[in-house]
């Protein structure tokens, strides 16, 4: 009877390992993210490409964690990027690292996000030649210097078209005919970028302001929510 019962306890040991083994294994095929800025930048780093290196100081770019404005709600916070466009265009864009994936999978990554714009939605208007896009690259998004030019890693297409790392959400204008302060959203519907983490189960989500709008420009991000489906 003692024999019968020891070899019960040691396959009941082995099971639990088995068990406990497998779901430390499992990695779970959905990932969200969401950030709404109420604590801090939660992680999300601004940048600029797209522009001559003479003109620097004339962009006068920032990126920095400040409350909404007054028309929309004053007591909530987001994530304020702004500049001036010196050139033919410029290319704003906040990116943030995202840990953890298997970097033998494929993932989908789509986007849902609200932002803070004043931009009429008027024929022709500022806010129209505008776009705001979003995707994922396996590498960091970095400007890159070429005889006295910066352009920008992140395969993301001309101002208007999509590029093969990030497609266009829209454009920024705040979905009324005067230039009030409204919470508009974007997201990537069916336009969803697929990528493979780097070896050590890495990706860069990447969210921007493509545009040759020649003057200064400045979007509040309310919330970024980011979901990553394995394919």
Known sequence: MKKYLTWAKLVLLISLYGCSGEKRNDVNPVRTMTSEFEEDTEGWI????????????????????????????????????????????????IKKKIVGLNPEKTYNVSFDINIGTDYPDLAKATGTIISLKAGASSTEPVKI??????????????????????????????????????????NSSSKNISVKPDANGVIWVCVGEDTRYDKKTVLYFDNIKVVLTEQ
Do not use: C, H
């Open 145 to 186: 210097l070429n005889g006295g030019y910066y352009n920008v890693s992140i395969k993301k297409g001309l101002w208007n078209v999509d590029g093969s790392e990030m497609a266009i959400l829209g454009d920024i204008t705040n979905g009324i005919g005067r230039t009030t302060y409204q919470l508009v959203n974007r």
């Open 46 to 93: 601004g940048d600029y490409a797209l522009y001559n290196r003479i003109d620097t100081t004339k962009i006068a770019f920032l990126m920095e964690r400040d409350s909404l404005p007054a028309a929309i709600d004053s007591l909530k916070f987001s994530l304020r990027m702004e500049a001036t466009n010196s050139g033919d265009s410029i290319f704003l864009f």
